[in-house]
Protein backbone atom coordinates (compact mmCIF):
# COMPACT_ATOMS: atom_id res chain seq x y z
CA UNK A 1 0.00 0.00 0.00
CA UNK A 2 1.41 3.33 -1.07
CA UNK A 3 -0.43 7.08 -0.46
CA UNK A 4 -0.51 7.90 -3.85
CA UNK A 5 -0.47 6.46 -7.57
CA UNK A 6 0.35 8.85 -10.45
CA UNK A 7 -0.31 7.33 -13.84
CA UNK A 8 2.04 9.64 -16.27
CA UNK A 9 5.37 11.26 -15.59
CA UNK A 10 4.96 13.47 -18.27
CA UNK A 11 4.96 17.64 -16.94
CA UNK A 12 2.12 17.26 -14.99
CA UNK A 13 2.44 13.62 -13.72
CA UNK A 14 6.00 14.11 -12.95
CA UNK A 15 5.28 17.58 -11.25
CA UNK A 16 2.98 16.23 -8.87
CA UNK A 17 5.61 13.12 -8.00
CA UNK A 18 7.93 16.05 -7.24
CA UNK A 19 5.40 17.63 -4.97
CA UNK A 20 4.03 14.38 -3.19
CA UNK A 21 7.51 12.66 -2.90
CA UNK A 22 8.75 16.37 -1.26
CA UNK A 23 5.61 15.82 1.09
CA UNK A 24 6.86 12.93 2.50
CA UNK A 25 3.84 10.83 1.02
CA UNK A 26 5.02 7.13 -0.58
CA UNK A 27 4.55 8.16 -4.64
CA UNK A 28 4.21 5.62 -7.15
CA UNK A 29 4.57 7.14 -10.65
CA UNK A 30 4.05 5.11 -13.22
CA UNK A 31 4.88 5.76 -17.43
CA UNK A 32 5.01 3.63 -19.95
CA UNK A 33 7.25 5.86 -21.73
CA UNK A 34 5.55 7.03 -24.70
CA UNK A 35 5.08 10.71 -23.64
CA UNK A 36 4.73 13.32 -27.11
CA UNK A 37 6.97 16.24 -24.78
CA UNK A 38 10.14 14.10 -25.40
CA UNK A 39 9.33 15.26 -29.02
CA UNK A 40 9.54 18.57 -28.27
CA UNK A 41 11.61 21.87 -28.47
CA UNK A 42 10.59 23.71 -25.96
CA UNK A 43 11.47 27.18 -26.12
CA UNK A 44 8.57 29.45 -24.26
CA UNK A 45 8.85 27.37 -20.55
CA UNK A 46 9.67 30.27 -18.12
CA UNK A 47 13.10 30.63 -17.02
CA UNK A 48 14.75 27.91 -19.55
CA UNK A 49 15.81 29.55 -22.33
CA UNK A 50 15.36 26.69 -24.36
CA UNK A 51 15.74 22.70 -23.57
CA UNK A 52 14.28 19.75 -25.61
CA UNK A 53 11.29 17.96 -24.67
CA UNK A 54 13.53 14.60 -23.79
CA UNK A 55 15.34 16.64 -21.69
CA UNK A 56 12.59 18.05 -19.74
CA UNK A 57 10.69 14.63 -20.03
CA UNK A 58 13.96 12.80 -18.67
CA UNK A 59 14.90 15.21 -16.13
CA UNK A 60 11.61 15.57 -14.34
CA UNK A 61 11.83 11.99 -13.86
CA UNK A 62 15.08 11.72 -12.36
CA UNK A 63 13.66 14.66 -9.59
CA UNK A 64 10.86 13.14 -9.07
CA UNK A 65 13.04 9.96 -8.07
CA UNK A 66 15.00 12.73 -6.12
CA UNK A 67 12.47 14.16 -4.36
CA UNK A 68 11.12 10.33 -3.38
CA UNK A 69 8.95 9.02 -5.67
CA UNK A 70 9.20 5.72 -6.65
CA UNK A 71 9.15 5.56 -10.78
CA UNK A 72 8.59 2.54 -12.48
CA UNK A 73 8.33 2.35 -16.14
CA UNK A 74 5.10 0.02 -16.93
CA UNK A 75 1.94 0.79 -18.63
CA UNK A 76 -1.40 0.69 -16.17
CA UNK A 77 -3.96 -1.10 -17.57
CA UNK A 78 -6.59 -0.88 -15.01
CA UNK A 79 -7.60 0.71 -12.02
CA UNK A 80 -10.34 -1.09 -10.22
CA UNK A 81 -12.15 0.18 -6.98
CA UNK A 82 -11.12 -1.12 -3.23
CA UNK A 83 -12.29 -1.01 0.10
CA UNK A 84 -9.44 1.30 1.01
CA UNK A 85 -8.99 3.12 -2.46
CA UNK A 86 -8.00 1.81 -5.48
CA UNK A 87 -5.60 -1.11 -7.11
CA UNK A 88 -3.93 0.44 -10.22
CA UNK A 89 -2.75 -2.41 -12.51
CA UNK A 90 0.09 -3.12 -14.21
CA UNK A 91 1.52 -6.23 -16.40
CA UNK A 92 3.63 -7.38 -13.38
CA UNK A 93 2.35 -5.39 -10.41
CA UNK A 94 -0.46 -3.97 -8.80
CA UNK A 95 -0.78 -0.87 -6.69
CA UNK A 96 -2.32 0.07 -3.91
CA UNK A 97 -3.61 3.62 -2.46
CA UNK A 98 -5.91 5.59 -1.24
CA UNK A 99 -5.46 8.45 -4.35
CA UNK A 100 -4.85 8.22 -7.72
CA UNK A 101 -3.62 11.09 -10.05
CA UNK A 102 -3.82 10.48 -13.47
CA UNK A 103 -2.14 12.44 -16.03
CA UNK A 104 -2.13 10.75 -18.64
CA UNK A 105 -1.40 13.07 -21.37
CA UNK A 106 -4.31 12.25 -24.31
CA UNK A 107 -5.03 8.84 -22.83
CA UNK A 108 -8.34 8.70 -20.88
CA UNK A 109 -9.25 4.99 -21.55
CA UNK A 110 -8.33 4.31 -18.00
CA UNK A 111 -10.30 6.70 -16.52
CA UNK A 112 -13.73 5.96 -18.33
CA UNK A 113 -12.86 2.23 -17.23
CA UNK A 114 -13.58 3.48 -14.24
CA UNK A 115 -16.73 5.20 -14.26
CA UNK A 116 -14.67 8.90 -14.59
CA UNK A 117 -16.66 11.56 -15.92
CA UNK A 118 -15.33 12.98 -18.79
CA UNK A 119 -16.80 16.44 -20.96
CA UNK A 120 -16.54 17.09 -24.39
CA UNK A 121 -14.75 20.10 -26.25
CA UNK A 122 -12.76 21.00 -29.24
CA UNK A 123 -13.70 17.64 -31.22
CA UNK A 124 -12.02 15.84 -28.22
CA UNK A 125 -13.06 14.43 -24.83
CA UNK A 126 -11.41 15.17 -21.81
CA UNK A 127 -11.42 14.22 -18.12
CA UNK A 128 -13.53 16.56 -16.38
CA UNK A 129 -12.22 17.84 -12.76
CA UNK A 130 -13.70 20.29 -10.57
CA UNK A 131 -11.78 23.64 -9.65
CA UNK A 132 -9.23 21.33 -7.72
CA UNK A 133 -8.28 18.96 -9.41
CA UNK A 134 -10.82 16.24 -8.30
CA UNK A 135 -12.78 14.09 -10.61
CA UNK A 136 -16.10 12.77 -9.66
CA UNK A 137 -14.75 9.52 -8.65
CA UNK A 138 -13.90 10.52 -4.63
CA UNK A 139 -10.01 9.41 -4.44
CA UNK A 140 -9.51 10.21 -7.75
CA UNK A 141 -8.01 13.20 -9.35
CA UNK A 142 -6.77 14.24 -13.02
CA UNK A 143 -4.04 16.93 -14.16
CA UNK A 144 -2.37 18.22 -17.79
CA UNK A 145 -3.75 18.03 -21.15
CA UNK A 146 -5.72 14.96 -20.20
CA UNK A 147 -8.03 17.33 -18.50
CA UNK A 148 -8.25 19.64 -21.19
CA UNK A 149 -5.64 22.55 -20.27
CA UNK A 150 -3.80 24.47 -22.68
CA UNK A 151 -1.27 22.12 -24.56
CA UNK A 152 1.71 23.55 -23.10
CA UNK A 153 4.44 22.32 -20.66
CA UNK A 154 4.72 25.22 -18.66
CA UNK A 155 0.77 24.86 -18.34
CA UNK A 156 0.82 21.22 -17.76
CA UNK A 157 3.53 21.38 -15.36
CA UNK A 158 2.03 23.75 -13.36
CA UNK A 159 -0.75 21.86 -13.39
CA UNK A 160 0.31 19.04 -12.09
CA UNK A 161 1.90 20.77 -9.25
CA UNK A 162 -1.55 22.86 -8.45
CA UNK A 163 -3.51 19.50 -8.28
CA UNK A 164 -0.95 17.73 -6.16
CA UNK A 165 -1.10 20.80 -3.65
CA UNK A 166 -4.82 20.65 -3.67
CA UNK A 167 -5.02 16.80 -3.02
CA UNK A 168 -2.10 17.27 -0.09
CA UNK A 169 -3.43 20.00 1.47
CA UNK A 170 -6.79 17.22 1.93
CA UNK A 171 -4.68 14.40 3.10
CA UNK A 172 -3.25 16.71 5.25
CA UNK A 173 -6.36 18.61 6.34
CA UNK A 174 -4.83 21.71 6.10
CA UNK A 175 -3.37 23.92 3.17
CA UNK A 176 0.03 22.35 1.92
CA UNK A 177 2.91 24.64 1.20
CA UNK A 178 6.53 23.72 0.20
CA UNK A 179 8.90 26.10 0.26
CA UNK A 180 12.51 25.93 1.16
CA UNK A 181 15.36 28.79 2.25
CA UNK A 182 18.86 29.38 0.76
CA UNK A 183 20.82 28.75 3.36
C1 LIG B 1 5.76 17.23 -31.15
C2 LIG B 1 5.32 18.10 -29.99
C3 LIG B 1 5.91 19.34 -29.82
C4 LIG B 1 5.51 20.15 -28.75
N1 LIG B 1 6.13 21.36 -28.57
C5 LIG B 1 5.84 22.12 -27.50
C6 LIG B 1 6.54 23.34 -27.25
O1 LIG B 1 7.44 23.76 -28.00
N2 LIG B 1 6.20 24.06 -26.16
C7 LIG B 1 5.23 23.66 -25.28
O2 LIG B 1 5.00 24.34 -24.29
N3 LIG B 1 4.57 22.49 -25.48
C8 LIG B 1 4.84 21.72 -26.57
N4 LIG B 1 4.17 20.54 -26.78
C9 LIG B 1 3.03 20.19 -25.91
C10 LIG B 1 3.42 19.52 -24.62
O3 LIG B 1 4.33 18.47 -24.85
C11 LIG B 1 2.17 18.96 -23.93
O4 LIG B 1 1.13 19.90 -23.94
C12 LIG B 1 2.36 18.68 -22.48
O5 LIG B 1 3.65 18.39 -22.17
C13 LIG B 1 1.51 17.53 -21.98
O6 LIG B 1 1.95 17.15 -20.67
P1 LIG B 1 1.22 15.99 -19.86
O7 LIG B 1 2.10 15.62 -18.73
O8 LIG B 1 -0.18 16.40 -19.59
O9 LIG B 1 1.13 14.80 -20.93
P2 LIG B 1 2.29 13.94 -21.64
O10 LIG B 1 3.52 14.71 -21.85
O11 LIG B 1 1.62 13.33 -22.83
O12 LIG B 1 2.62 12.83 -20.56
C14 LIG B 1 1.73 11.77 -20.28
C15 LIG B 1 2.56 10.59 -19.83
O13 LIG B 1 1.69 9.55 -19.40
C16 LIG B 1 2.19 8.32 -19.87
N5 LIG B 1 1.03 7.40 -19.91
C17 LIG B 1 -0.14 7.55 -20.58
N6 LIG B 1 -0.96 6.53 -20.34
C18 LIG B 1 -0.30 5.71 -19.48
C19 LIG B 1 -0.63 4.47 -18.86
N7 LIG B 1 -1.79 3.87 -19.07
N8 LIG B 1 0.28 3.90 -18.05
C20 LIG B 1 1.48 4.49 -17.81
N9 LIG B 1 1.83 5.67 -18.39
C21 LIG B 1 0.96 6.27 -19.19
C22 LIG B 1 2.83 8.63 -21.22
O14 LIG B 1 3.84 7.72 -21.55
C23 LIG B 1 3.43 10.00 -20.93
O15 LIG B 1 4.77 9.90 -20.47
C24 LIG B 1 4.52 19.72 -27.85
C25 LIG B 1 3.93 18.45 -28.02
C26 LIG B 1 4.32 17.65 -29.08
C27 LIG B 1 3.69 16.28 -29.23
Redesign the pocket.
Known sequence: MVDIVI?????????AGIFAGRAGKKTVV????????????????YAVMGVT?FDL?ETGKLQAQKCGAQLVT????AIEPTDTGFCVV?EEEVYEAPYVLI?????R??AEQVGVELKSGEGRSYIKVDAEGRTNVPGIWA????TG?????????G??ARVAIHMLSEMNGKPYVDHDLMC
Request: proline letters at 4%; one cysteine or more; glycine letters at 18%.
Open positions: IGAGPAGASLDNDRSGTSKAWVGNHGYAEAITASGPGELAGLCVSMHVAVTADG
